[in-house]
């Protein structure tokens, strides 16, 4: 019965420079999706994002949205939904999610920046 008290940062990072463009704050419990509308900019034509975000095109703020409803989400899949292939295949499906993490990968850089560099990272205990 411990309680924990947290907050979780959204931010929209800028696939370009890597620069952080916008930031929400909110509990640790608030899940990802909630906070996507207010992380799009208005000249945003592509959307990347991880699993957490998938099915965002149904929510209704971005369906009842013109510019929203427009922008292209290229959402990685859940690892676990992709299929097995032989061993000599070329697995086209897993090459397109390594892409999308490619562009994805400069929002977790912002994350350890400020992990590292601010002394939020978890500390390591030698046994």
Same mark, same amino acid.
């Given at each position: 019965n411990e309680w924990k008290f947290g907050m979780k940062c959204h931010i929209g990072v800028d696939a370009g420079s890597g620069l952080v463009h916008t930031m929400t704050v909110t509990a640790a419990n608030t899940h990802d999706?909630?906070?996507?509308?207010? #992380?799009? $900019?208005? /000249?945003?034509?592509v959307v990347y994002g991880d699993a957490g975000y998938l099915g965002i095109q149904k929510r209704p703020e971005i369906a009842c949205d013109e510019h929203l409803s427009s922008i292209d989400y290229r959402m990685n %899949?859940?690892?676990?939904? #992709?299929?097995? &292939? %032989? /061993?000599?295949?070329? /697995?086209?499906?897993?090459?397109i999610e390594n892409r999308k993490s490619s &562009? $994805?990968?400069?929002?977790?850089?912002?994350?350890r920046i400020v992990k590292c560099q601010f002394g939020y990272k978890k500390r390591c205990i030698a046994a």
């Open positions: 999706i909630t906070q996507a509308a207010a #992380l799009i $900019r208005e /000249d945003d034509e %899949s859940r690892p676990g939904k #992709l299929p097995h &292939v %032989s /061993d000599n295949a070329i /697995d086209w499906e897993r090459y &562009v $994805r990968c400069k929002v977790e850089h912002a994350f």
